[in-house]
């Protein structure tokens, strides 16, 4: 009998070590359950009824407490280092992605054939922006996303001696997609069609990085390679989207779900404006109540802007004639720009946005050398917004997602009847080159904003079965502008605060659109903002039952 015992001891040690290991499977398979980010469940199908959000996609974590983290990443991007000693001292957290095409410049586009992009102009800006991040104490890390075949290991060498201590560099090069070319009906474009590089896809490739690390960061940055983004831009953009969300938050504890303007003035206006398209709101919003979800929809944008390269030996084409392009800008008749603003509120900041020290760009900008081209008057509006948010103005959107505001064209201001609000025009949207977010605020795009999803995977009817066909969008839908402003329904506001403007602003360094745009597109920031007071001023009479001319 013992001889047994002993002989069938192996077996049961075996046996033992079989159950621990079921035991020990069993307990990673639930962990895993509750940690997993991405679930790989069948997609929800998604319902959308006119005048309502999207529903819910797919749930990427059930753990996070939106409802407060706007508030807690505010807080650790703004502390000061003595708070670390009696509070947690976990860093603020942020991931900064840029995405770049070419190593090398090709001479498109005002640029110079051969020219270093990637030592000269994305390398001074990366540098400059993620100093500016670790000079307050935030942790971050660096993706670099390549088009180009491969970043050579002194290139990267470069890269990495050029950023501040202790910050990661990751790099992705090679990284334009493949696709094929399909029709309308998803068919392949020709019987022969093969294989071929999306480099429109390029900008999609930083969902799948934002995908993967969502869990490491607190804060997420993706912008173009010739982008300027600073903290200071970081820390006006949490500042702004808390204070929308405190009255996000009053909107759904009020009881008629309202959030309001304190000491609003009164209305005496006996008509309202009507929608003149499929807004389900007139253009003569002004201090209007707000709802949680019309809150919820507000976000703080950016408008990319240029500084006026005057070195050349020949004169500036924005500075030349009489009056120059920049002095008779488009829409000056119809509203003109009201610059007692800088005396009661203060001027346009140059150096938050524009002073780089890069062999590309001008020294030492002024107020005036900031222009912009991507937008005009004629597509936005002015709205005193509940809380600490205040007057700000508002970017072009889709007549269906607008919550509303005073549109400079109310009250036919532009002398033409038949003049409609722009909506979908592609020279007017504002492009920003980027976006900005909290993890929570990505979950939300992800969630709840966006049908079909922001981030992988890409499929579903949403995207018509292949995200990389064009019709789903190209460089400027995925890298967040017409995506987000478009079809996530979300609605951007800059701030008529000039301190905050001037922190909404992003230098477009490449600084090559003012070679290549008619002249007629360009505006001073200061001239821009001058007009906007115009239309608040307008905005206030029109409460009077004044009319707007």
């Avoid at 005048?51 to 650790?76: A, I, Q, Y």
């Avoid at 703080?300 to 004169?315: K, M, S, T, W």
């Amino acid at each position: 009998m013992a001889s047994a015992t002993i002989a069938d001891r192996p077996r049961l040690w075996r046996s033992m070590l079989l159950f621990t290991a079921l035991v020990c499977c069993s307990i990673v398979l639930c962990m895993h359950e509750k940690l997993i980010v991405f679930s790989h469940a069948e997609d929800q199908e998604q319902v959308t009824a006119e005048g309502t959000e999207p529903m819910m996609r797919r749930r990427l974590s059930d753990d996070v407490n939106h409802d407060m983290d706007l508030e807690h990443v505010l807080h650790l991007a703004t502390r000061t280092a003595e708070d670390t000693f009696t509070e947690d001292p976990s860093p603020f957290r942020v991931l900064f992605i840029v995405t770049t095409l070419s190593e090398y410049d090709k001479g498109t586009r005002g640029t110079v054939n051969g020219a270093d992009r990637l030592k000269d102009l994305v390398l001074p800006l990366l540098v400059d922006g993620v100093e500016s991040m670790v000079h307050r104490g935030w942790s971050v890390d660096v993706y670099l996303i390549c088009g180009f075949e491969e970043l050579k290991e002194s290139r990267r060498q470069m890269i990495q001696d050029a950023l501040p201590t202790g910050v990661g560099l990751e790099v992705w090069d090679d990284a334009i997609p493949y696709y094929y070319v399909k029709k309308i009906n998803q068919q392949l474009k020709r019987p022969d069609q093969t294989i071929e590089f999306a480099p429109h896809g390029l900008s999609r490739q930083h969902r799948f990085v934002v995908r993967d690390k969502l869990m490491e960061y607190d804060f997420f940055v993706a912008f173009e390679d010739d982008i300027r983004v600073t903290a200071d831009h970081v820390v006006n953009f949490l500042q702004m989207s808390t204070q929308i969300d405190r009255m996000r938050r009053a909107a759904e504890h009020s009881p008629d779900g309202k959030a309001r303007v304190e000491d609003a003035l009164e209305d005496s206006r006996t008509v309202r404006g009507k929608s003149m398209d499929k807004a389900r709101v007139g253009n003569d919003l002004v201090q209007d109540p707000m709802t949680a979800d019309e809150l919820r929809r507000l976000w703080p944008g950016f408008i990319r802007a240029e500084v006026v390269d005057n070195r050349g030996e020949q004169p500036h084409p924005l500075l030349e004639g009489s009056p120059p392009a920049l002095d008779n800008f488009k829409w000056k008749q119809f509203v003109p720009a009201s610059m007692d603003y800088e005396q009661s509120f203060g001027a346009v900041d140059p150096n938050v946005c524009c002073d780089l020290d890069s062999p590309r760009t001008p020294p030492n900008p002024t107020k005036d050398d900031l222009v912009l081209w991507e937008t005009d008057i004629s597509a936005t509006g002015v709205r005193h917004y509940p809380g600490e948010i205040g007057w700000a103005a508002t970017m072009p959107v889709e007549d269906k997602a607008d919550v509303g505001s005073y549109w400079s064209g109310e009250g036919n201001a532009y002398n033409d009847p038949s003049f409609k609000r722009p909506r979908r025009v592609d020279a007017l949207l504002g492009q920003q080159a980027g976006w900005m977010a909290t993890r929570s605020q990505v979950l939300y795009f992800h969630e709840h904003a966006c049908p079909g999803g922001f981030l992988p995977h890409f499929d579903g009817k949403d995207w018509y079965s292949d995200s990389l066909q064009t019709r789903n969008g190209a460089v400027e839908f995925w890298s967040g502008g017409f995506q987000l402003f478009g079809r996530c329904r979300l609605n951007r506001i800059l701030s008529l605060d000039p301190k905050r403007f001037s922190r909404q602003i992003l230098y477009h360094s490449s600084n090559n659109k003012q070679k290549t745009k008619t002249r007629d597109k360009f505006i001073r920031l200061s001239h821009f903002l001058g007009q906007l007071y115009t239309v608040k001023e307008r905005a206030l009479k029109s409460l009077q039952g004044e009319t707007t001319q």
